[in-house]
Protein backbone atom coordinates (compact mmCIF):
# COMPACT_ATOMS: atom_id res chain seq x y z
CA UNK A 1 0.00 0.00 0.00
CA UNK A 2 1.24 3.60 -0.70
CA UNK A 3 -0.28 6.37 1.00
CA UNK A 4 0.46 10.13 -1.33
CA UNK A 5 0.10 13.09 1.09
CA UNK A 6 -0.55 16.34 -1.46
CA UNK A 7 0.81 19.83 -0.16
CA UNK A 8 0.71 23.18 -1.67
CA UNK A 9 -2.41 23.98 -2.49
CA UNK A 10 -4.07 27.56 -2.16
CA UNK A 11 -5.48 30.68 -3.13
CA UNK A 12 -4.07 32.83 -6.26
CA UNK A 13 -4.78 35.48 -8.68
CA UNK A 14 -5.09 34.55 -12.49
CA UNK A 15 -1.50 34.96 -13.73
CA UNK A 16 0.40 33.59 -10.59
CA UNK A 17 1.82 30.54 -9.88
CA UNK A 18 1.45 27.79 -7.22
CA UNK A 19 3.49 24.47 -6.40
CA UNK A 20 2.06 21.26 -5.50
CA UNK A 21 3.88 18.75 -3.86
CA UNK A 22 3.09 15.05 -3.29
CA UNK A 23 4.72 12.50 -0.62
CA UNK A 24 4.75 9.24 -0.67
CA UNK A 25 5.30 6.86 2.03
CA UNK A 26 7.23 3.98 0.33
CA UNK A 27 10.57 3.91 -1.08
CA UNK A 28 8.81 1.86 -3.67
CA UNK A 29 7.44 5.00 -4.90
CA UNK A 30 10.59 5.21 -7.52
CA UNK A 31 9.42 2.06 -9.53
CA UNK A 32 5.88 4.11 -9.93
CA UNK A 33 4.54 6.07 -12.42
CA UNK A 34 3.20 9.32 -11.31
CA UNK A 35 -0.28 11.41 -12.36
CA UNK A 36 -1.54 14.54 -11.16
CA UNK A 37 -5.62 15.13 -12.34
CA UNK A 38 -7.75 17.90 -10.77
CA UNK A 39 -11.85 17.99 -10.22
CA UNK A 40 -13.69 21.22 -10.36
CA UNK A 41 -17.26 21.47 -8.83
CA UNK A 42 -19.78 19.64 -10.38
CA UNK A 43 -17.51 17.93 -12.98
CA UNK A 44 -15.53 14.99 -13.52
CA UNK A 45 -11.99 14.21 -12.22
CA UNK A 46 -9.83 15.15 -15.51
CA UNK A 47 -6.09 14.06 -16.30
CA UNK A 48 -3.64 16.80 -15.93
CA UNK A 49 -0.02 15.63 -15.94
CA UNK A 50 1.81 12.42 -15.56
CA UNK A 51 5.64 11.06 -15.17
CA UNK A 52 7.31 8.00 -15.61
CA UNK A 53 9.10 6.64 -12.85
CA UNK A 54 12.78 7.60 -14.02
CA UNK A 55 11.28 10.92 -14.89
CA UNK A 56 12.28 10.46 -18.72
CA UNK A 57 8.68 10.97 -19.68
CA UNK A 58 6.01 12.74 -19.44
CA UNK A 59 2.50 13.87 -20.30
CA UNK A 60 0.37 16.85 -20.27
CA UNK A 61 -3.22 17.48 -21.32
CA UNK A 62 -3.42 20.09 -23.78
CA UNK A 63 -5.21 23.20 -21.55
CA UNK A 64 -1.57 23.22 -19.14
CA UNK A 65 0.97 22.48 -21.87
CA UNK A 66 3.96 25.23 -21.58
CA UNK A 67 2.28 26.05 -18.05
CA UNK A 68 2.81 23.08 -16.04
CA UNK A 69 5.67 21.03 -15.36
CA UNK A 70 5.43 17.94 -13.34
CA UNK A 71 8.73 16.74 -12.11
CA UNK A 72 10.05 14.23 -9.51
CA UNK A 73 12.24 13.85 -6.75
CA UNK A 74 12.92 9.87 -5.88
CA UNK A 75 14.98 10.55 -3.17
CA UNK A 76 12.42 12.64 -1.49
CA UNK A 77 9.90 10.10 -2.62
CA UNK A 78 8.27 13.23 -4.03
CA UNK A 79 6.47 14.34 -7.00
CA UNK A 80 5.98 18.22 -8.03
CA UNK A 81 3.58 20.00 -9.76
CA UNK A 82 4.92 23.60 -10.88
CA UNK A 83 1.43 25.52 -12.00
CA UNK A 84 2.53 29.11 -13.92
CA UNK A 85 -0.01 31.56 -15.43
CA UNK A 86 -2.99 29.96 -13.43
CA UNK A 87 -6.30 30.24 -14.59
CA UNK A 88 -9.80 30.96 -13.00
CA UNK A 89 -10.61 27.55 -14.85
CA UNK A 90 -7.97 25.99 -12.65
CA UNK A 91 -9.49 26.46 -9.86
CA UNK A 92 -10.58 22.34 -8.80
CA UNK A 93 -9.03 19.42 -6.01
CA UNK A 94 -6.33 18.93 -7.27
CA UNK A 95 -5.10 15.00 -6.62
CA UNK A 96 -1.91 13.19 -6.74
CA UNK A 97 -1.88 9.44 -8.20
CA UNK A 98 0.20 6.31 -8.69
CA UNK A 99 0.59 3.52 -10.24
CA UNK A 100 2.48 0.62 -11.15
CA UNK A 101 3.54 0.66 -14.93
CA UNK A 102 3.45 3.00 -17.58
CA UNK A 103 2.63 6.45 -17.57
CA UNK A 104 -1.20 6.89 -18.65
CA UNK A 105 -3.82 9.84 -18.92
CA UNK A 106 -7.17 7.68 -17.39
CA UNK A 107 -7.95 7.71 -13.85
CA UNK A 108 -9.14 4.32 -13.25
CA UNK A 109 -5.88 2.63 -14.10
CA UNK A 110 -4.40 4.30 -11.04
CA UNK A 111 -3.84 2.24 -8.08
CA UNK A 112 -3.45 4.99 -5.30
CA UNK A 113 -4.82 8.15 -4.72
CA UNK A 114 -3.78 10.93 -1.88
CA UNK A 115 -7.09 12.98 -0.61
CA UNK A 116 -5.96 16.39 -3.02
CA UNK A 117 -5.57 19.28 -2.72
CA UNK A 118 -7.54 22.72 -3.32
CA UNK A 119 -6.46 25.65 -5.75
CA UNK A 120 -8.58 28.60 -6.05
CA UNK A 121 -7.60 30.81 -8.53
CA UNK A 122 -9.53 34.15 -8.60
CA UNK A 123 -9.92 36.85 -11.55
Known amino acids: QVQLVESGGGLVQAGGSLRLSCAAS????????MGWFRQALGKEREFVAA????????SYVDPVKGRFTISRDNAKNTVYLQMNSLKPEGTAVYYC????????????????WGQGTQVTVSP
Open 97 to 112: AARHGLVVVTADRYDY
Open 26 to 33: RPTFSTLA
Open 51 to 58: ISWSGDKT
